[in-house]
């Protein structure tokens, strides 16, 4: 089985999502058509990253996981401007915007217009607010790479801050149009990254940031716990399980809609004009097939019920037919409730006799005569009994 390549936060969102496009993306490395919310994105946080840059102080890091990052040995502090003010003009950043700015993936010259002056605007307040409030970063961009338990997994992080009350901040910018507390709660990237810079730096990561860049709103929240990072560890690893299997199945929804591959997918695939009347052919018989098995299913069970009415009428078990002898049978079940008396097992240390509380399980214990008898008969008192009737031929054609 091949190894699993690291996972990012994408490429673990896209095979989840269908992972016939994360094959035709990652193995087939075939481009997708340039969209504008993605170059928008890209122009502004490569803007940001060059005026945040000058602020980072590196701090320490565990050895060995990332390869690509500097530390405090080869940190040298840059041009950093007076406290009060950012360390580059209003127009120098401007001018870097429009630098970094591309056409590519707008549909029309009004719908790039309308992004570069958004751009334009949001640059701006956010370059205002930080002559007010400055950031105290430890690393902008960073590519991080670490292995989860097993799992290769590495993320581009917009930027590290150290945090308030000590430890570290990991920051994650939005440029889209909305963003909630929810989203910042439920974001399967940031618990990533958290991981990610838990794996590499000496410090603890201590908050979670989405930062909405059309309203300059951060929207903070504590960092993972245990239970949730187990929950996305656990998905992670069917990923990567799929991947190592080469299980790249199409798993049409929604998302196709926005998907660039419909022309080389199964899914949307025309039948070839020379199978036509072959497949129509199938696809009705089975069809058919389809109705009839409804019917009959539902007819089986309407005389098996009229049986057993007349069975119970008449106290009679076997039924002769002109071919076949019908014979009723019984299937007997028992089922327990331990809920009660679970308190009362585990203060006599008898639970774990119980790990499953199937049938054969509470059986044994019920008849262990070394167990106090009161409690044996309130564990035989929660079971109840089930009866399911079903009908047999003998005889029948069927058998022949
Ligand atoms: S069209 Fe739908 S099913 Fe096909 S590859 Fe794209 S997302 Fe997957």
Redesign the pocket.
Same mark, same amino acid.
Do not use: K, V
């Given at each position: 089985m091949p190894s699993s390549p690291a996972l990012s936060y994408s490429s673990y969102r896209t095979y989840l999502?269908?992972p016939?496009?994360w094959k035709?993306l990652y193995i087939d490395k075939i481009p997708e058509t340039p969209r504008s919310y993605f170059t928008f994105g890209r122009v502004v946080h490569s803007v940001l990253e060059e005026l945040i840059r000058p602020l980072v102080v590196p701090t320490a890091r565990r050895a060995g996981e990332s390869d690509s990052q500097r530390t405090l040995d080869d940190w040298q502090p840059r041009r950093r401007g007076n406290e009060e003010g950012p360390w580059i003009s209003r127009e120098e950043m401007l001018a870097m915007y429009d630098r970094a700015w591309s056409s590519e993936g707008y549909s029309s010259p009004e719908e790039e217009a309308r992004y570069r002056a958004l751009g334009r605007d949001l640059l701006t307040r956010y370059y205002d607010r930080l002559a007010r409030e400055r950031p105290r970063p430890v690393s902008v961009e960073e590519h991080l790479e670490a292995r989860w338990d097993g799992i290769p997994i590495h993320g581009y992080i917009d930027r590290i801050d150290r945090a308030p009350l000590g430890g570290l901040e990991v920051l994650d910018y939005k440029t889209s149009r909305e963003l909630s507390a929810g989203d910042a709660k439920e974001s399967d990237q940031l618990s990533l990254y958290q991981v990610l810079v838990e794996r590499n730096y000496s410090e603890p990561v201590e908050g979670l940031t989405l930062f909405h860049l059309r309203s300059l709103t951060p929207i903070r929240v504590p960092p993972r716990g245990k239970p949730a990072l187990t929950t996305l560890y656990d998905r992670m690893g069917v990923v990567s399980d799929g991947i190592r299997a080469e299980a790249y199945e199409?798993?049409?929804?929604r998302?196709?809609g926005r998907?660039d +591959?419909?022309s080389i997918?199964p899914? +949307?695939r025309s039948v070839p004009a020379s199978e036509e009347t072959r497949l129509r052919e199938l696809v009705d018989r089975f069809d058919r097939l389809r109705n009839e098995e409804g019917r009959i299913g539902t007819e089986l069970r309407d005389t098996a019920e009229e049986l057993h009415h007349v069975a119970e009428e008449l106290g009679i078990h076997r039924l002769p037919g002109s071919q076949a002898v019908a014979v009723r049978r019984r299937e007997e079940t028992w089922q327990y409730s331990l809920e009660g008396v679970r308190p009362d097992l585990e203060k006599s240390g008898l639970a774990g006799r119980l790990p499953t509380g199937r049938p054969e399980e509470v059986r044994r214990l019920v008849r262990d005569p070394s167990i106090d008898p009161e409690l044996r008969r309130r564990v035989a008192e929660t079971g109840a009994r089930r009866v399911k009737w079903y009908w047999d031929l003998e005889g029948s054609s069927a058998e022949r």
């Open positions: 999502e269908c016939l496009r035709f199409p798993t049409p929804g998302h196709c998907c +591959f419909r997918c899914e +949307f």
